[in-house]
């Protein structure tokens, strides 16, 4: 399944750059794509482990860039 988000707060093209990689590696994520200038992360996943896999999205970004957060 594929989905939209927005984020907020995402200030460097480097760090969405870096959380685009750090996602791409949780179990489940099929694809991964963050948009810096429309600040926007697009994930494709499997259904079965979405609840785990947004759990640990929020926590990779908040990681790499603090302040920034997910707009589901």
Sequence with gaps: MKRSYRLKGLHC???AAKMEDSIKK???M???SI???MQ???I???ESKFPEMIKET???INK???GCTVQF
């Design 13 to 15: 093209a480097s760090c």
């Design 26 to 28: 949780i179990d489940g």
């Design 30 to 32: 099929n694809d991964v």
């Design 35 to 37: 948009d810096f200038m």
């Design 40 to 42: 926007r992360l697009t």
């Design 44 to 46: 494709d996943y499997d």
């Design 58 to 60: 929020v926590k990779m």
């Design 64 to 66: 790499i860039e603090p």
